[in-house]
């Protein structure tokens, strides 16, 4: 997205949900178990990682675009991926 186009927190969560599932380099399928960034995000990955195991989970650096509170403030944003246990 151009710099000079702005999108919505409304627009911006409604793109980020369409985003559910990705498929990893040997095949594997990862699930997205969190989108967003801060205290929340530490916490998230705390638990998802005693879940599922660390060797299980991947961070994402995402575009805060859209987020004007990330924008402005440059905190990053994250997805938190959890692999997909066959």
């Given at each position: 997205m151009s710099t000079d186009q702005t999108i919505t927190p409304e627009e911006?969560?409604?793109l980020e949900e369409t985003i559910q599932e990705r498929i990893?380099?040997?095949?594997d399928i990862w699930h997205k178990v969190y989108f967003g960034g801060g205290f929340h995000m530490r916490n998230w990955l705390e638990q998802v990682e005693?879940?599922?195991g660390k060797e299980n989970v991947e961070i994402e650096e995402t575009d805060s675009t859209g987020f004007q509170c990330f924008e402005e403030s440059g905190e990053k944003m994250y997805r938190i991926w959890a692999r997909h246990k066959k």
């Open positions: 911006r969560m409604r990893g380099e040997n095949g005693e879940v599922y």
